[in-house]
């Protein structure tokens, strides 16, 4: 039993929940060729655009947006889908069962680097109480996620997933199959590995900035061991070193731009990586509460995060109280 469709089955999703990941896999191996194309495919680059978050859109955020905007709508599964490269929610099928989130491309400022980028998804139930075209659809909290994961383009094509039990780990063959390579990532509970942008440490709060003195310390400081630090400017990248060998990682909130008191996802990045993480034994948390129980209020809700190993993220939140 080692593809997605049997393993995941076993996992406990229902048929027509396997046949909408198929769905996102097979657009992910559309995304992956472009990724590795690169420049022969001319697909480099920022287009003129900005996002509704005000980020300048690359050329392949847009292009790995249209190829799984386009492949799930045909879907009829499909009630809804949401996305970081999309203003509004877009309406599917008003019969179907699904709710689909992405980042189509994480870490997007890796691309013109040949560096780590991945594809992030989550699926939801659709809410029958709920017009399909509402982006209300998408306000469900973390805990309710059917399935989250995502594909990692790097040296290999990984595709990380859960359906709500265990994080299980595949790589895309040659035949282009994605095959399981690793059946149950456990997260070690205890870590010397740390993944947090420095740059920002005068924007944080006090308690944060502590926090990460301490650990920066070493064995001469209170956590009295020496620690490694890491970062990938992609969460994907980020997530998946901390899902192989423990780690912490935080994104957390800073007083850059008032209107924007943290810079990661809800609904695309915060909670499928919270699922994926829980699933493998680390914690997820906002620097006040789990993840998975936030009640979302809009649609490209920013969280602070901090997530990975689980002694550690307790100890950073130990900190924050
Ligand atoms: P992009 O997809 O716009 O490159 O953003 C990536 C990201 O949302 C997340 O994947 C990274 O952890 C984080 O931003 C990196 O942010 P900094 O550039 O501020 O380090």
Known sequence: MHDVNDVLQADGAKPELVALVEIILGAAKHIAHCVRQGAL??????????????????????????????????????????????????????????????????????????GQVGTIFTIYPARADVACDSELQFHQPGIQQLCAGYVLYGGSTLLVISVGGATRCFTLDANGNFVLTEAELQIPADTREFAINLSNQRFWRSAFKRYVDDLIAGDTGPRAKNYNMRWNAAMVGDVHRVLMRGGIFSYPSDSRNPSQPAKLRLLYEANPMALLIEGAGGKAFTETQRILTLQPQTLHQRVAVILGSANEVEACLAYLK
């Open 41 to 114: 495919a001319g697909v480099l680059g920022s287009t003129e655009d900005e996002n509704i978050q005000g980020e300048t859109q690359k050329k392949l955020d847009v292009i790995a947006n249209q190829i799984l905007k386009d492949a799930l709508l045909e879907n009829r599964q499909v009630c809804a889908i949401a996305s970081e490269e999309e203003d509004t929610s877009v309406a599917g099928n008003p019969a179907g069962t699904y709710l689909v989130a992405f980042d189509p491309l994480d870490g997007s400022s890796n691309i013109d680097i040949n």
